[in-house]
């Protein structure tokens, strides 16, 4: 139990395009979900808290209208890169937290690797 | 500023050594503490302390967290080359919504 997945695992696109990355809890339901980013040899990033039914907590230095969040029901939010540039780059995880009592408090999405050519 | 500090950054052992890593933080409304273990992709669960002095075990794997020392330590002993990956420690604090602090990780190599 407890599975978190995203989609899709790894995209390439063109400069100047969006890509929308999904992230679902697949056996539990999460009013509130996190969006991280990784870079190489780096830890995890907190970019923004997603709660649904609302609008999502940016951290400071990410920015809200280029990354687009919108969690519509209790097992899905999704990530928009607007207007993709080669520094959007990176390795972008999902992480959400079960409404009910689990062993852990957040459980990850296997991540989904962003190329901006 | 909420902050989590780990160390060491990176550790090269034997196999059959035994390592200890580090995690201290500084974090308003301190909830819970959570160790990852990460390879390729996403983290993994190992474990969530939320009780300072009460050890939890898995396997070759133990955890205590000090509330006293805002700290806590993450021990694997008899290590293998499967032990090898980045140590995460997460701090979860709560203050109108949830939020995890995370660590720069510890960097763990274990050599045949």
Redesign the interface.
Same mark, same amino acid.
């Given at each position: 139990g407890a599975v978190v997945s995203q989609h899709p695992s790894w995209v390439i696109c063109k400069s100047g395009t969006s890509v929308k990355i999904e992230c679902r809890s697949l056996d539990f339901q999460a009013t509130?979900m996190?969006w991280?980013r990784q870079f190489p040899?780096?830890?995890?990033?907190?970019m923004a808290?997603s709660?649904e039914g609302s609008k999502a %907590?940016y951290e400071q230095g990410v920015e809200k209208d280029k990354f687009l969040i919108n969690h519509a029901s209790l097992t899905l939010s999704t990530l928009t890169v607007t207007s993709a540039h080669p520094e959007d780059s990176s390795f972008y &995880?999902c992480?959400a937290?079960p409404n009910r009592v689990l %062993?852990? %408090?957040?459980?990850?999405?296997?991540?989904t690797r962003l190329t901006v050519l | 500023e909420d902050k989590v500090v780990q160390s060491p950054l990176s550790l090269v052992v034997h196999e059959g050594d035994t390592v200890t890593l580090n995690c201290s933080y500084e974090v308003t409304n301190f909830r819970?503490l959570?160790w990852?273990k990460q390879e390729k992709?996403?983290?993994?669960?190992l474990f969530?302390l939320t009780s300072s002095g009460i050890e939890k075990k898995s396997g070759r794997l133990s955890s205590i967290l000090d509330k006293k020392e805002l700290s806590s330590i993450l021990n694997i002993t008899a290590t293998q080359t499967g032990d090898s990956a &980045?140590y995460?420690c997460?701090v979860?604090a709560i203050g109108g /919504?949830?939020?995890? &602090?995370?660590? /720069?990780?510890t960097?763990l190599k274990v050599l045949a």
């Open positions: 509130t996190f991280y040899k780096q830890s995890l990033m907190l808290t709660n %907590t &995880i992480s937290r %062993t852990a %408090t957040q459980y990850f999405g296997p991540g | 819970s959570l990852y992709k996403a983290p993994t669960f969530m &980045i995460l997460a979860e /919504t949830y939020k995890y &602090i995370f660590g /720069t990780g960097r």
